[in-house]
């Protein structure tokens, strides 16, 4: 993946964007650690809506704005709608784009509604998909291509959690933030199932800050959105919002 990205940062010296295929969160972490350190790059995300997990990333080497970033990225969006009543998962729809030979990078968020999908794709592909997905498991479906400007961003369901913990430590923020044991969290540590910033975590004694992300896979996320001052009773005060 780094060295595909920087072939792409070296392209962007002789157009005016260029764009990766899509990064995941972990991916994108780690590029852009390694565009900062790339000289006369400059760079944004962008994955169709704000808010997007999986994400391009869009290099110039002059400043690049978000919105120009998006008005120009390869991604168009398919609402898929089952013909009859069924219910389809992200599996579903994933499992049955890639069995038309399509790669994972080449796939962005899918958002999975009561009725129907969207899923989010480079542009190139879109089109395709359009006319040969005709089925979703045995569910017959129809596809229509959008293009993202026409998108609405779905409202993200948070709960924010006002609570102290006795320290940041990763252990200590995700029983506080999922409202679970801290024996039932360290099942889940063993188990390697946390991840910070979606990168897997062994060690539940590690630091976090601000800003951290911390999943545990089947049960959704939690960000730890402030970390405040202590109480009388020597306890850290943090606020935690916690996805569905």
């Known amino acids: 993946?780094?060295?595909?990205?920087?072939?792409?940062?070296?392209?962007?010296?002789?157009?005016?964007?260029?764009?990766?295929?899509?990064?995941?969160?972990?991916?994108?972490?780690?590029?852009?650690?390694?565009?900062?350190?790339?000289?006369?790059?400059?760079?944004?995300?962008?994955?169709?809506?704000?808010?997007?997990?999986?994400?391009?990333?869009?290099?110039?080497?002059?400043?690049?704005?978000?919105?120009?970033?998006?008005?120009?990225?390869?991604?168009?969006?398919?609402?898929?709608?089952?013909?009859a009543e069924k219910e389809l998962s992200h599996r579903d729809y994933l499992g049955s784009i890639m069995g038309l030979g399509v790669k994972r990078e080449k796939i962005g968020d899918i958002l999975v509604y009561e009725n129907y999908g969207d899923v989010f794709l480079i542009d190139k592909l879109a089109e395709y998909i359009s006319y040969n997905l005709d089925k979703i498991g045995n569910a017959k479906v129809e596809c229509q291509l959008q293009q993202v400007y026409m998108y609405t961003p779905p409202e993200r369901k948070e709960k924010i959690i006002n609570t102290t913990v006795a320290s940041v430590r990763a252990d200590a923020v995700t029983a506080s933030g999922f409202g679970l044991s801290r024996t039932k969290v360290m099942e889940y540590f063993r188990a390697q199932r946390v991840n910070v910033n979606w990168e897997l975590v062994v060690n539940p004694s590690r630091q976090l800050a601000q800003g951290d992300v911390i999943s545990i896979r089947g049960m959704g996320r939690i960000l730890l959105d402030k970390v405040g001052g202590t109480t009388r009773k020597d306890r850290i005060n943090i606020v935690v919002r916690r996805f569905e």
């Open 1 to 83: 993946m780094v060295s595909r990205l920087l072939d792409k940062a070296e392209q962007c010296r002789y157009s005016s964007f260029v764009y990766s295929d899509f990064l995941s969160p972990y991916e994108a972490t780690v590029a852009k650690r390694v565009l900062d350190k790339t000289a006369g790059v400059f760079y944004t995300f962008t994955g169709g809506y704000e808010g997007a997990e999986r994400v391009l990333a869009a290099m110039s080497q002059d400043f690049i704005d978000a919105e120009d970033a998006l008005s120009s990225a390869p991604i168009s969006y398919l609402r898929i709608r089952p013909l």
